[in-house]
Structures are given as C-alpha cells and as structure tokens.
C-alpha cells in the first residue's frame, strides 16, 4: 500500500513569515511530486512539481525533494492571508497513471 | 491552458435516483479521473481511465460506474443514489506524456447532496 503522510495541521504563521509544509512517502520507486493549493470550497490546483532531489523555486515557493529520506516539502516565503488554503501533496511511480495523495495539510497566514 | 470542465457545480437528487455526472477536457489527455473527497478522508479514486472505453477500478467503485465513449468525456453514473454518496465530486485528467506533463488537471467539483 502506498502512503503519502501529511500533518493535516492546521498551521498557523503570522503574515510575512516562512511556512514549511511537508510530505512523506513509502514508495521507494516514486518518482514524480507534486504539489496542490485548495481553497475551501474549491478544486486542487498545481503550484510546484518537482522530480530531482534538492530544490525548486517559483515565486515565493520553494518545492525540497530528498528521494533518500523520502520526504517532500513546500516552503512559502512572505506568507500572505490569500496562502490560507490546504496543500495536498501527491506522489507517483514511475509508469503509474496514478498519484497518491497526502490528505493536505491546512494553512492559515494571520494578519 | 488545461481546462476540464464539470456538468454541475451544485446538484440535488432523491434517495433512489439515477444520477450523471459529465466531465469533458480540452488537452487530448490520455487520463481521466473520478473522485470524491469528504472532510478528514482526503481525495478518494472512485474509477479512472487510460484510454476510450477502458476503464479500471479505483479504491471506492461500489455504487458508481463510469462511461468513456469520446477521449474528451468521462461520466459517472450513480446508479441508485443514497445518501451516503453526498460528497463532493472531482473529475481530473492527464496526460500520459512524461514529467510534468502527467500532472493531474482537475475540475471545478460537483458538490452532491441526496436526500
């Protein structure tokens, strides 16, 4: 069985500030990583996909992959309240149509 | 831009209905996906398909089917509607293609109540 393991929070950090979420994963053979925002209400959307070990950046966020401790995770610098949202995490295997899903952690930026 | 776009945003239906619920995508994407997501249970696969007229299982198929007749269109069908299928309903696609190309592309969401 494959797991995708998540702190369903929720967490809170003030705006302006440096949030850490993050992912781990059983699968040794996962190979793909992603990243979604979904607002209360609404449907998953893709912010970072990542598929090397070390960092990626865009904008504000920063997606860390360490495939030999298998973690995964999402820095979000300058917190803004419009980053108050879950972020589920989704892993998959190489040669799979189907990822895995954490069940998100929950974020909220105060003012 | 990917667009995947859902029949209904909001849907009422009686204990015992037939319900459908369409799904259309306008990237050629091989994939398609079925969800349901429920508060503290996460996203949940109800069916998926890899191409026109397969289909495979997911872990929750009791209760539902599912049609793919065009490679755009994917349905759910809730055969007989009960009032533990009131959810919210996430269709997605994919592509096939290799790194972030198969990131999954969901859709708005039906949000489902049967009384």
């Known amino acids: 069985q494959k797991e995708v393991e998540q702190n369903s929070g929720p967490l809170s950090v003030p705006e302006g500030a440096i949030a850490s979420l993050n992912c781990t994963y059983s699968?040794?053979?996962?190979?793909?990583f992603f990243w979604y925002r979904q607002y209360s209400g609404k449907s998953p959307e893709l912010i970072m996909f990542i598929y090397s070990n070390g960092d990626k950046e865009d904008g504000r966020f920063t997606a860390q992959l360490n495939k030999a401790s298998q973690y995964v995770s999402l820095l979000i610098r300058d917190s803004q309240p419009s980053d108050s949202a879950t972020y589920l995490c989704a892993v998959k295997s190489g040669g799979s149509y189907i990822p895995t899903f954490g069940r998100g952690t929950s974020l909220i930026v105060h003012p | 831009d990917v667009k995947v776009t859902q029949s209904s945003r909001y849907l009422v239906k009686r204990t015992g209905e037939k319900v459908f619920l369409e799904c259309v995508q306008d990237m050629d994407h091989e994939n398609m996906f079925w969800y349901r997501q429920d508060p503290g249970l996460g996203l949940r696969l109800i069916y998926f398909?890899?191409?026109?007229?397969?289909?495979e299982k997911g872990d929750i198929p009791e209760g539902y089917s599912v049609s793919r007749e065009k490679k755009e269109r994917f349905s759910l069908i809730l055969e007989s509607a009960s009032t533990n299928q009131t959810s919210m309903y996430l269709c997605?696609?994919?592509?096939?293609?290799?790194?972030?190309?198969?990131?999954?592309?969901f859709g708005p969401g039906t949000r489902l109540l049967v009384l």
């Open positions: 398909s890899y191409d026109v007229k397969m289909k």
């Open positions: 997605a696609s994919s592509s096939n293609a290799g790194g972030a190309r198969e990131t999954q592309y």
């Open positions: 699968d040794r053979g996962s190979q793909s």
